[in-house]
């Protein structure tokens, strides 16, 4: 999307909006106990979730100076803040009685349900007054849109997945680390060399158990430009048993059996894989940026040693968060809630200056190339202050940046961790099993498959 002309402008658009909000919000009187939430000075206190918890005790105190700041450049506004996100199992329950917070916190595999549940209200009428609305990257706000373009949340955070890797291993290996592949024969091929520098060393690894192994199967299947699953003629049935499924799995097979560039042991899940690239000791796997300062906290590693490319293929699987509100709240307390989650999330260059700054002095990574949640100038503006603040080494991820954009983000499939069950078997069978035939295991988990989508509305 095309940004506005320029941050000058979009700045005094941000600066009116807050004034145009806090005198509608003034105009609209009436008590506390009111059902716009208004009190008599004009007052709306609106309730959201998301607040860290208390073992959390930076990233909360971050988050009440936050509150604190907010309250002061927004008089009219209060926040009544609490912890948690959005929990499907008690949902319904605190929407029916009275209980669910005016703004609520949700992750992407959570709108549509909401949306066709009638469970979040439609905000379209109000976002045309949120600063930097027209700049946030289309692709993200497609998560919160119904079929008819109705609005019904803001995005606030995003993640896809990418190729992580030890650069060390790289050069030692003879290959070039800011030129990391960008092929599927590519990884194969790095994993190869990386694999025979001998001493424990492994090239790529994958997941296979706790439901870890289908959510990474998704996102190779992807890359193939397959799909896990797809609506046909209103009900959902399984797509994996396909070319793209066979692609992925032929992939791994090779990369285990063929090429041993997978190592012996199998059957890992996240903190095994992040232990051995924290042990100098694994060339590559699939991950998203988030796990880059976890193996450096983690494992007291160095940022310098790691970079990270887009996935290779047409597509990759992603995820993120944003914030969805009660169906219940009055238009003071909708228009409350988004002059919230757009100060907080949705930052102009003035906080988030502010927010890189508090970041840096308290340890917490600048630089990283997501979340990414805009596009155009606004986000070259964002970049251009991470860079300023950044103690990551940015040009380490430059990879990623430069084609991710040209990678498709896909969501989860519905009923996802019902399905990443099945596809772990399917993992564990080919990197366990030299022998493990791949059209059987697709055609068996694909009718496992078809009764767990039966279910979905």
Request: aromatic letters at 8%; glycine letters at 10%; charged letters at 25%.
């Amino acid at each position: 999307m095309v940004g506005m002309p320029g941050i000058s402008r979009r700045q005094l658009l941000g600066s009116a909006t807050a004034v145009a909000l806090s005198l509608a919000l003034t105009a609209c009187g009436g008590s506390g106990d009111s059902p716009s939430g208004v009190d008599k000075n004009g007052v709306v206190t609106i309730s959201v979730n998301g607040m860290p918890a208390k073992t959390q005790a930076v990233d909360r105190k971050n988050f009440m100076e936050d509150v604190a700041a907010f309250e002061k450049s927004h008089p009219k506004i209060k926040i009544d803040a609490r912890e948690g996100q959005m929990d499907p199992k008690t949902f319904a329950a605190k929407l029916a009685g009275g209980q669910l917070e005016d703004v609520y916190y949700v992750y992407f595999t959570d709108p549509a349900g909401l949306i066709q549940r009638r469970q979040a209200a439609d905000i379209s009428k109000y976002v045309g007054d949120v600063p930097y609305f027209e700049d946030i990257d289309p692709a993200l706000m497609k998560v919160f849109k119904d079929a008819e373009g109705k609005t019904y949340g803001l995005p606030t955070g995003n993640y896809s997945m990418g190729l992580l890797y030890n650069r060390d291993l790289f050069a030692k290996a003879g290959l070039d680390p800011d030129k990391p592949p960008a092929t599927w024969e590519e990884v194969r091929t790095a994993a190869k060399k990386i694999s025979a520098l001998g001493d424990g060393t492994v090239g790529y690894a994958d997941y296979s158990k706790n439901n870890q192994g289908g959510w990474h199967l998704t996102s190779w299947i992807y890359s193939m430009g397959g799909e896990v699953a797809t609506k046909q003629d209103g009900r959902w049935k399984a797509a994996f048993d396909s070319e793209a499924g066979r692609k992925a799995l032929n992939a791994l097979h090779d990369m285990r059996w063929t090429d041993k560039s997978m190592g012996t042991r199998q059957l890992l899940e996240i903190a095994d894989v992040q232990k051995m690239m924290g042990s100098g000791k694994l060339g590559m796997y699939m991950a998203g940026p988030d796990n880059i300062p976890t193996i450096v906290k983690q494992f007291e590693r160095q940022y310098e040693e790691y970079g990270l490319a887009a996935l290779p293929g047409t597509a990759t699987l992603g995820g993120g968060d944003g914030f969805m509100f009660n169906p219940k709240a009055s238009p003071e307390k909708i228009k409350a809630g988004l002059a919230w989650v757009q100060w907080k999330y949705l930052r102009s260059p003035e906080r988030e200056k502010v927010d890189s700054k508090r970041s840096k002095e308290t340890g917490v990574p600048i630089g990283l190339p997501q979340p990414r949640l805009f596009a155009g100038e606004a986000q070259a503006e964002v970049d251009r202050i991470h860079e300023q603040y950044a103690n990551t080494p940015v040009k380490n991820y430059q990879p990623f940046i430069e084609r991710n954009a040209q990678v498709e983000t896909k969501v989860e499939p519905p009923n996802a961790q019902q399905l990443y069950t099945v596809l772990d078997g399917v993992m564990q069978s080919v990197l366990t099993k030299e022998d493990a035939d791949i059209d059987a295991l697709l055609a068996a988990a694909a009718k496992k498959a078809d009764t767990i989508l039966a279910s979905v509305k």
